[in-house]
Structures are given as C-alpha cells and as structure tokens.
C-alpha cells in the first residue's frame, strides 16, 4: 500500500472517531472516564482524531463500547458510499418508534 493510501485511510478513521464521540455527545473527558482511564488519556483521543495516532485493536474496542457505538457503525463512517439511504430512513423510523 502506498503512503497516500494510508494517510487517507488514517484521516477518514481519524474523522470517524471523532464523528462517533460527538454523536454520543460526550467530551474527550467523558470518553477517556468510560473508557477506564484518567483525564490524561484525552489527549490519546485527541491524537486519534487528528490522525496523529491510530488506536491499537483493544483501545479501538473500548473506545466504541465507551460511545455506545459498535463496528458497523464504523465502518458505515469510513465507507459512507456503502450507505443505503432507505436503510438509513429506515432506521431512523424505528429509532423514532423506540423513543415514543
């Protein structure tokens, strides 16, 4: 894989991270807290989203978990051309349904 291809990977991962923290509505704070770490590991977070670091594996994992977000989610993020725009209105509607 050449260089640019892996800089564009990193920065879309970089943007997904940081689009699924603040969908949560949570603070480098809170995450870094719900990931069982102390206040210091936000500037870890915020090495990822500015795709100055990639998180290991397990640090990805809790990242999501401590986002309520999962892999798919993800993955939606880094690939938005897959999206299915009726799946999408789809879901939304049963989220909508869940709330009521």
Same mark, same amino acid.
């Given at each position: ?11 879309? /991962?970089?943007?997904? /991270?940081?689009?699924?923290? $603040? ?23 915020? /090495? ?15 990242? /999501? ?23 999408? $209105?789809?879901?939304? $509607? ?7």
């Amino acid at each position: 894989m050449s260089l640019p291809d892996q800089e564009n990977r990193r920065q879309r /991962l970089s943007k997904a /991270l940081e689009v699924l923290r $603040e969908r949560s509505g949570q603070s480098l704070a809170a995450t870094a807290r719900r990931m069982g770490e102390d206040p210091s590991f936000c500037s870890q977070i915020s /090495l990822w989203e500015s795709g100055q670091a990639a998180p290991a594996i397990d640090e990805l994992w809790r990242f /999501l978990d401590a986002v309520s977000s999962h892999f798919g989610e993800l993955d939606l993020e880094l690939n938005p051309e897959a999206r299915n725009p009726r799946l999408r $209105e789809i879901a939304d $509607e049963l989220d909508a349904m869940g709330d009521g």
